[in-house]
């Protein structure tokens, strides 16, 4: 009876057991079904996104194809939109290189400090020769505020174009510091783009430069002198005999020759991030100075976008490849160069949007454009201590529009990134955090903070990426990687101790794999799209510096921004080659062969470099272990001499590079340095307020001191020596011009009868000659150098503010008009014409910069 209930017991408790089992059956299906569909939806937006990125790739290399063909026909490129220079966007916007190898020890030092050699011979790698390409001249695309230039094969002189007319332009609202430059002016409505030529002095009747008004001058027709007052101080210059009476009313007028960017040497990896990208175009994107360079390597070409006003910090690449938007510090001028963003195009180098002046407080650390929503938004992170976020809707064309704006973090900022799947989605990392933002309906921002488990928490989280799901990729000081799950704040995945030191750069390939870059360590590693390691591994040489970023290029093709302003570029097999070498600290030495188109640049990093202009290459760069502050060649173009922070100076062979004479007066640096026309003399300049003489003999390998010239009161700045090597005339920090008997050692005190003496350069600011490029109520310091070319037609001048200015020689009327130029942004510390006049080359000094001028 028992067994019988139990049995009925059993039979009706079946029906419910069976309809558990299918309702079970049926979630275990729907789950992975569900987690089958996520999937899929996963990787079709994957896929969605290359395909479109694909499109978006064929449409701007059909720009660029575009734009090539017209500058090969003279013509103006086709624009569909209306843009406005500095103002607001109102429309919608449709070989083998010649280098050469520095020869360095391989020992890998601090990234702050080049390596105390470059290996015991001074021998260097051949040169990799390829195909050259002639220099286009001065033409350029759409944007006075830009340049383009070719890589000419060495020859006396490239093709220039001939000069196409001037497009009347109209006044805008903003205006750069360079307001007497092109930077970037807007034609005025229903007149077409034009091809211009480029230089921020390029000059109309409105734009040409007086230096009028110059330090009140008086001239005495009975001596035919003239008193100029530099900072309220006399300075009585006299002129040749024969010279005309001057009236210092008459205004002067500009040379008819122009400067023409055509090459920038140098990149900023020192201090910032995220400052390098590969365009559809073939073109990398960089900045140094106040330049963004598109630089291809492939062709030896480069163009400048040059609206900028000061230091660009930072650069993001819009999703469509072709807008870039970059952002500068705060510059010199208080109204002129304040802290804002430029938006343009990268093929017509044309300005669409300025944003941020008088919203970013010191300079902008951080640029990204939105990537889910094809690029309507661009956020900005301020260097101001608030380090400020602001989303702004940059098409707008009020000049833009900020839709949110929040204090991002009290300590440092230094990556943001859109998410490239979720709208309105950001993140960003700084200094011991990582936060992701949300931008929601109403426009207002929402943070949520990283977790860390506490004894994993960074000092500085450095860098971010995204992997093919959309998860994020962070890289911080403690050298690990962490993988932060998509729409979470939460740690996902953590791969400990991929470099010693921080993670400077992860870069996501198309493929899914990652690479991430040690920026103490060198090292480069490849992961798969797991973040699974596979055993590839690359190394940069150790004088190159660490690793600052990663950018993919064609193929399996690599390049790498270093922390020491270089710029390589290879692949993780075989290795990677210099594609841009650059010097890491101040720049003050600078000096042009007197027989070859060559120059020579020396630095505070140590680094002593020589270089090609026609090839724009670096001939050979040597580590001379002292800092320099002035170079010269001697007159026959035999060896080098470089003048020491220290109060050595040395001289070496161009050839061998070695060094063949070490002297040392006293301890203060050698602040110039020149050889006389014969090359028996040398005459040194030093901060101690005394000029050395030597002796040369040898063939310049031996020299002997005649004694030294006393009578400044203050620091030899420059000297001169005249034609027939029997005199020298000088200035110091306190404004003075002197004259000295050479071989004598002896003052001449007076000055009438210096005044018919041919001079065989003109590196003194303050002569006759040169009244006219001292500005009003200038400081006597504001101009730091001062040249002559050799045909005596030009005078060009490099002051405080990073001006390049072009004048006619001799600069005799206080009032002279010139061309001024933008670019460096520092102190111009010397300018060089090179030995044909063809080309001016300028030093930047702590913007690290060099930059080549045609003369046009």
Not at 93 to 99: D, K, Y
Not at 155 to 166: I, K, L, Q, V, Y
Not at 186 to 195: A, D, M, N, Q, R
Not at 571 to 592: C, I, N, Q, S, T
């Amino acid at each position: 009876m028992d067994s019988q209930e139990s049995r009925s017991s059993r039979a009706s408790d079946s029906p419910g057991d069976t309809m558990n089992d299918v309702y079970a059956a049926w979630h275990e299906m729907l789950e992975s079904e569900g987690a089958g569909l996520a999937a899929r939806v996963a990787e079709l937006e994957v896929r969605c996104s290359r395909q479109a990125e694909e499109l978006l790739c064929l449409r701007s290399t059909l720009a660029d194809a575009l734009r090539r063909l017209n500058v090969l026909e003279g013509r103006t490129p086709a624009t569909t939109t209306s843009t406005q220079r500095n103002g607001a966007y109102t429309g919608s916007t449709g070989g083998t290189p010649t280098r050469e190898l520095r020869i360095r020890q391989s020992a890998y030092r601090e990234p702050a400090k080049r390596s105390s050699s470059y290996g015991s011979s001074a021998s260097s790698l051949p040169q990799r020769r390829g195909p050259q390409h002639q220099s286009t001249g001065s033409l350029q695309s759409d944007s006075p505020a830009s340049s383009s230039s070719l890589s000419p094969a060495p020859s006396p002189s490239p093709r220039a174009t001939p000069a196409p007319h001037h497009v009347p332009q109209v006044s805008q609202p903003y205006r750069s510091r360079n307001s007497s430059t092109s930077s970037n002016q807007s034609p005025s409505p229903g007149v077409s783009l034009t091809k211009r030529w480029n230089s921020t002095g390029d000059f109309n009747t409105q734009g040409l430069l007086p230096n009028a008004s110059t330090h009140t001058c008086q001239y005495n027709e009975e001596d035919g002198s003239m008193r100029m007052y530099i900072r309220g101080r006399p300075v009585v210059l006299y002129g040749p005999s024969d010279h005309d009476t001057l009236d210092p009313a008459k205004v002067a007028p500009p040379p008819q020759s122009k400067l023409k960017l055509e090459w920038v040497y140098g990149y900023r990896g020192k201090d910032c991030r995220s400052n390098l990208y590969l365009l559809p175009t073939g073109e990398i994107v960089y900045f140094v100075a106040a330049v963004v360079v598109l630089f291809n390597v492939d062709e030896q070409c480069q163009r400048h976008y040059t609206g900028h006003t000061d230091d660009v910090k930072c650069i993001a690449i819009h999703p469509n490849k072709m807008i870039i938007a970059s952002g500068q510090c705060a510059g010199h001028d208080r109204m002129d160069a304040r802290p804002h963003i430029r938006v343009w195009n990268s093929v017509s180098l044309a300005t669409l949007a300025v944003l941020g002046s008088g919203h970013i407080e010191r300079a902008v650390a951080c640029l990204t454009f939105s990537r889910a929503d094809g690029g309507s938004l661009l956020a900005a992170v301020d260097e101001g201590p608030d380090h400020t976020i602001s989303v702004w809707e940059w098409q707008r064309p009020d000049k833009g529009h900020c839709v949110a704006e929040t204090k991002c973090s009290v300590d440092t900022v230094v990556a943001a990134e859109f998410h490239p799947l979720d709208r309105n989605q950001i993140v960003t990392c700084g200094k011991g955090h990582i936060a992701f933002w949300t931008l929601d309906a109403s426009n207002v921002l929402y943070k949520r903070m990283g977790i860390f488990e506490t004894r994993d928490k960074p000092k500085y989280v450095t860098c971010l990426g995204f992997n093919h799901n959309g998860d994020v990729i962070s890289g911080d000081s403690n050298g690990n990687l962490i993988v932060w799950g998509r729409g979470t704040n939460t740690i996902q995945k953590m791969v400990r101790g991929v470099h010693s030191g921080s993670v400077f750069s992860v870069c996501s390939l198309k493929e899914g794999a990652v690479v991430s870059g040690g920026g103490k360590d060198g090292r480069l590693v490849l992961f798969d799209a797991d973040l699974q390691p596979t055993a590839t591994e690359n190394v940069i040489e150790g004088h190159y510096g660490g690793v600052r970023v990663i950018a993919e290029g064609r193929g399996s093709q690599l390049f790498i921004g270093t922390t020491k302003n270089c710029i390589l570029h290879g692949d993780m097999e075989l290795g990677f080659l210099p594609a841009v070498l650059g010097h890491v600290d101040e720049v003050w030495g600078l000096a042009a062969n007197p027989t070859l188109p060559q120059f020579v640049s020396g630095c505070w990093d140590s680094l002593l470099q020589l270089w090609d202009p026609l090839s724009h290459s670096t001939v050979w760069s040597k580590d001379i272990g002292e800092r320099a502050q002035s170079c010269a060649w001697s007159s026959d173009g035999s060896v080098i001499a470089v003048g020491c922070v220290s109060g050595k100076w040395l001289v070496f062979d161009p050839v061998s590079r070695e060094m063949v004479a070490h002297h040392v007066d006293g301890v203060e640096p050698i602040q110039t340095i020149q050889y006389s026309p014969d090359n028996k003399y040398v005459a040194i300049g030093s901060r101690d307020n005394f000029i050395y003489i030597y002796q040369v003999d040898d063939n310049c390998s031996r020299y002997s001191r005649l004694g030294k010239c006393l009578g400044h009161s203050s620091f030899i700045t420059h000297l001169d020596w005249s034609e027939d090597s029997q005199y020298i005339r000088s200035n110091s920090g306190d404004y003075e011009l002197l004259y000295w008997n050479a071989t004598t050692c002896r003052q001449i005190t007076s000055p009438t009868s210096m005044r018919d003496v041919v001079w065989a350069s003109n590196n003194c600011p303050i002569t006759f000659q040169t009244i006219g490029v001292w500005p009003e109520n200038a400081d006597g310091t504001d101009i730091n150098t001062c040249t002559r070319s050799h045909d005596n037609r030009l005078a060009a001048t490099g002051d405080d503010f990073g001006k390049v200015k072009l004048f006619a020689y001799p600069v005799t009327q206080p009032k002279s008009l010139c061309h001024q130029y933008g670019g460096h942004s520092s102190h111009v510390t010397c300018v060089r014409f090179l030995l044909d006049d063809s080309r001016l080359v300028t030093a930047g000094g702590l913007d690290t910069s060099l930059m080549q001028w045609v003369v046009e």
